[in-house]
């Protein structure tokens, strides 16, 4: 069945299609039918590339987290500037993409953490452990602007991140529930203002 | 069928069971015979209270949003101290609350606005309702806080109140995720630093 289909039906791909279907979806509405007519796979095909929906998704959030961290890099270090006034841009530009995308189908890891709960240890394992490598790599960048002065130096770059990174997944809710970017922009409009350095002007 | 059933059975109890079914499962997931059997009351009882699923999920936000205002009101009129004082008081009960509820079945809310964007317009708007109210709440509080002198001034209650909704609706979404009240705490005391006003002294 799988003869003669075109190369775009790499594993890649599949995980890339599948990573926008559970977004949209969720992983607990999301059947397998859905899966194979979403990603234009076989059953048989699919079942070569992984072992059941559960690892699907693993991969995906794994996948997912790869490409965010690559496209974040390289981007960061096309921009000028501070490291801060960096970040600000990138988040800005974050937040011009979800005006585009109120559903939010852009954020895998925030849509897929409100299921935690219901999920399988390996899911939740995968959620974690992105997590975590979020708010790892969060921490790294405040660390960054601490050093460079423009990021306060009484609280640590880790409770800055934890800080950060709650404040954006729950912002993103509201994003949802206002159906408007606006929530979110405020939000990262007050958050800068609280984590900045005191003016050494006073 | 409904004759000689125990007078718990009233409305009132079947909106707070149905609260506890969809803060643990989610609106989606729960279907109407789960619904039936958790709160104990036959079909044709249940459409004697309610039009549909929609309709009393839209009651039971409502009537949740009731008790946990009063709620609130009442044990803060309980207690001593600044106001920022008593705030801090309440919400590290609900983290000692949560510590033994780590699926946070409690915050049916927090729970239910992940779901919005599959949800209906009914039902989205009383989610956009209930959180709005939240929002104006917390809104007087920083107010309250600001004119006692507690909280610093260079940014608006209103801006504060949605910096401290989006944080703690995040860092639930962690506490599901880490399975630990610890990052939900942790978020909490930074919060109030980042909050709190300069200290005259300097």
Redesign the interface.
């Known amino acids: 069945m799988t003869r003669g289909r075109r190369p775009e039906h790499s594993r890649e791909n599949i995980l890339e299609k599948g990573a926008e279907l559970f977004a949209?979806?969720?992983y607990?509405?999301t059947g397998l039918k859905e899966i194979l007519e979403t990603c234009e796979v076989s059953k048989g095909s699919f079942y070569n590339f992984f072992e059941n929906k559960e690892q699907f998704a693993v991969e995906i959030i794994n996948h997912h987290k790869s490409i965010e961290f690559a496209r974040w890099e390289e981007q960061m270090a096309a921009l000028t500037g501070t490291y801060l006034s960096k970040i600000q841009w990138m988040i800005n530009d974050e937040i011009r993409k979800y005006e585009e995308d109120l559903?939010?189908t852009g954020c895998l890891l925030?849509?897929l953490?409100?299921?935690?709960?219901?999920a399988s240890p390996l899911f939740?394992a995968a959620?974690?452990a992105s997590?975590q490598e979020v708010l790892s790599s969060i921490e790294e960048d405040m660390q960054i602007c601490q050093d460079e002065g423009t990021v306060r130096k009484?609280?640590s770059a880790r409770?800055?991140a934890?800080?950060i990174?709650?404040?954006?997944?729950?912002?993103l809710?509201?994003l949802?529930?206002?159906r408007s970017a606006e929530?979110l922009r405020?939000?990262v409009?007050?958050?800068f203002?609280?984590?900045e350095a005191p003016d050494p002007k006073g």
Do not use: F, Y
């Not at 953490?113 to 219901?118: A, D, I, L, R, W």
């Open positions: 949209r979806n969720g607990n509405a559903d939010c925030a849509n953490t409100g299921e935690v709960s219901q939740s959620i974690r997590s009484d609280l409770e800055l934890e800080m990174w709650n404040g954006w997944q729950g912002a809710l509201q949802k529930v206002e929530p405020r939000h409009t007050t958050l203002k609280l984590i």
